[in-house]
């Protein structure tokens, strides 16, 4: 199975503040990768696929970049919405494997 | 509205089964892949399994692979999980998601989970 690690698993910032969130996978997934934003007590949201593409209705303040193994979540001008659990996904191959979360909290 | 919504968790005692259904609302159910994914307490999210359009490709993750079987029923709009020899290690929020396919600027499709429901937690205890 294709592992996934997130860095860090936590961090603490501001708001107006940049953050970024790194995702590394174990083998190269070209750009098969998702990003996820989960609050607690709620269902994770669907923010990014195929590594930079936002999907629709998620703010430009969320950008993504990363091909092969190195990937990257941006968000630039943290809101305080947007204080949760950020977790990357691989859908390059089977199983489909999560990174273990990043917490971004005040 | 779009829409799933998962049922049937409980407490269960170890070596027992369940099963776990997904209704789906406001799309077209048969058209899409649906997934299994789950999260323990305090921890992080796990892909559990997935199944095609038709349910004719399943596909598990290594740790439930023997003893879940994922199904669904498109006239009844209706996705499950059945869940047998379970083990402590399995308690969990367990979500069904839509696996759709998004297309970037080039044309290229990338599997997503858009929709999810709001999750039913299942406890393996004595």
Known sequence: ATQMTQSPSSLSASVGDTVTITCRASQGIRTDLGWYQQKPGEAPKFLIYGASNLQSGVPSRFSGSGSGTDFTLTISGLQPEDFATYYCLQDYSYPRTFGQGTKVEV | ?126
């Open chain 2, 1 to 126: 509205e779009v829409q799933l919504a998962e049922s049937g968790g409980t407490v269960v005692q170890p070596g027992g089964s369940l099963r776990l259904s997904c209704a789906a609302s406001g799309f077209t159910f048969s058209t899409y892949w649906m997934t299994w994914i789950r999260q323990a307490p305090g921890k992080g999210l796990e892909w559990v399994a997935n199944i095609r359009k038709d349910g004719s490709v399943t596909k598990y993750v290594d740790s439930v692979e023997g003893r879940f079987t994922i199904s669904r029923d498109n006239a009844q709009n209706s996705l499950y999980l059945q869940m047998n020899g379970l083990r402590a290690e399995d308690t969990a929020v367990y979500y069904c998601a839509r696996d759709s396919n998004s297309f970037d600027p080039k044309g290229y499709y990338y599997d997503t989970f858009d929709i999810w429901g709001q999750g039913t937690m299942v406890t393996v205890s004595s």
